[in-house]
């Protein structure tokens, strides 16, 4: 498999491909129910790993789901400004 052919699902972006070291479906699925669905509808590949992080941080902060769900659009938009 060419790299072409194994970076077509990744879209558009020209950001790095990375080899993972941990299972990131395995990762996913142990993940909150509304970082889940953000994750589904995320317009980059987003890791679990990182998204768990920041996930965890805000919520040790008390922050509520749907304000890190801002955060998170927040850096994904900040990711594809520079992408451009």
């Known amino acids: 498999m060419n790299n072409r052919q194994r970076s077509a699902n990744r879209g558009a ?3 790095p491909l990375r080899r ?3 299972d990131p ?3 996913y ?5 509304e970082l889940r669905a953000w994750m589904r509808a995320a317009t980059l590949p987003w890791s679990p790993r990182s998204c768990l992080k920041i996930w965890k ?3 040790a902060k008390g922050e509520e789901a749907g304000v890190i769900i801002g955060r998170l659009e927040r850096a994904e938009r900040r990711t594809l400004e520079k992408a451009a």
């Open 20 to 22: 993972r070291k941990t």
């Open 29 to 33: 699925d142990r993940l909150p129910p």
């Open 25 to 27: 479906m395995r990762e």
């Open 57 to 59: 941080q805000a919520r």
């Open 13 to 15: 972006t020209p950001l």
